[in-house]
């Protein structure tokens, strides 16, 4: 139906609250951090933000430095997470827009609502903390979705709904099925918004979208590594992150043999990690803005770092000093996936209401089946 997806010509980027770029010399866009004096470091004349993309700055410290800036301003308000498109692409969301609502076959508006789906199940790919942690297995038609078991006689721990409800279950089997639930979007809109919207509102509901798919199955596995963790590493408590910390953290999983891969940590850690001069020695920073975004921010002692830190204040999930250290996904657990996202059109005008919109399930399983590659921290 569309010869164009409409969001493929996407660049996730951040501006400052004027709408100015964060590579522009305007007045109101947030400075690099220079080198400290007397003490104290002070800001330079640089944006955060090389027109390459980069964040500036001359050594570890002062990128890390920046990111701070830039997760800071998103906090406040004083930077913007945006979509950065052109105004070809703008016009072009408008006239796809008009042309579904004034389509009487009803294949427009399910053209439009599937290349939505499809950005979406990309993106939950992509920024996903479920996805980044966990085996993510395809099934086909009619085939049972199992993992395999490496070391038996363990709790493993399976999720039976998107609430979600946890369920732990002693496995001494070389399998565990976890059973399928399903992920859900009602994406609506109303007559009146589109009379009345002034921006770019299928940029709006695919925030939408994304508030309903992504967080929701980033809930269900907070939740579920949440009931998982103390299993068979106690809870970590600490006031304030240290390197020492995060080598216990990392430890506990190693003495069990299984190779640490990824942390997971809330936003206020980041506070902790740039004022330690080891964290800053161990650090191997991420300098592309746009990667910085997807939540992945570097790497310490091999460890790859992710953060929901960057994300819109909706998309976040992680508690205030909150951190997970986690085994490799093959040591963990998985995802079971029956399709990809399936999108559906919809409207209520047979209920008395003026609203039309899209329906998305995806239909999928979750679990950890090896608590010992898990362990949570929290501050005190």
């Known amino acids: ?25 305007a007045s109101q866009v947030p400075r690099a951090m220079g080198r400290t004096w007397n003490g104290r470091v002070i800001a330079s004349a640089d944006p955060i933000i090389n027109s390459q993309g980069q964040f500036n700055g001359t050594n570890t410290q002062e990128v890390m430095l920046n990111q701070r800036v830039l997760q800071q301003g998103i906090a406040n308000g004083s930077i913007q997470t945006r979509t950065m498109l052109n105004t070809e692409v703008k016009a072009m969301h408008e006239q796809m827009l008009s042309a579904a609502l004034n389509d009487k076959t009803n294949q427009a508006w399910m053209a439009l609502g599937e290349v939505m789906g499809d950005q979406i199940w990309e993106t939950l790919g992509r920024d996903g903390f479920s996805r980044q942690t966990l085996l993510l297995k395809e099934l086909g038609k009619g085939e049972v979705g199992r993992f395999q078991i490496r070391k038996k006689d363990v709790v493993a721990y ?8 946890v369920i732990a279950s002693q496995v001494r089997q070389m399998w565990v099925y976890p059973p399928d639930f399903y992920i859900t979007a009602n994406i609506l809109i109303e007559d009146k918004e589109i009379a009345q919207a002034p921006g770019d509102l299928l940029e709006d509901k695919f925030q939408d979208g994304l508030e309903q798919i992504m967080v929701a199955e980033d809930k269900v596995w907070l ?3 949440r009931t998982a963790a103390p299993t068979y590493n ?25 190779p640490v891969s990824t942390a997971i940590i809330a936003f206020d850690i980041w506070n902790d990690i740039i004022s330690d001069q080891q964290f800053t020695a161990w650090f191997d920073p991420v300098t592309q803005h746009e990667i910085v975004m997807e939540g992945s921010v570097g790497s310490i002692q091999g460890v790859q770092i992710l953060t929901d830190a960057y994300r819109y204040p909706t998309l976040k999930v ?7 250290m986690l085994g490799a996904p093959q040591t963990l657990g998985g995802i079971t996936q029956r399709s990809p996202l399936q999108t559906m059109p919809t409207n209520r005008y047979n209920l008395g209401e003026p609203k039309r919109g899209w329906f998305m399930e995806q239909i999928e399983g979750m679990a950890i089946v090896n608590p010992r590659a898990l362990i949570r921290g929290q501050r005190v």
């Open 1 to 25: 139906m569309f010869n164009n997806n409409p969001y493929a010509p996407r660049k996730q980027a951040v501006v400052a609250s004027n709408g100015a770029p964060l590579t522009s010399g």
């Open 318 to 324: 992680m508690d205030r000093g909150e951190v997970y």
């Open 223 to 225: 939740t579920m590594a």
């Open 158 to 165: 399976y999720v039976t709904s998107a609430a979600p409800t």
């Open 234 to 258: 106690d809870l970590v408590f600490y006031n304030t992150f240290t390197p020492d910390v995060f080598t216990n953290l990392r430890v506990s999983i190693a003495e069990w043999g299984i």
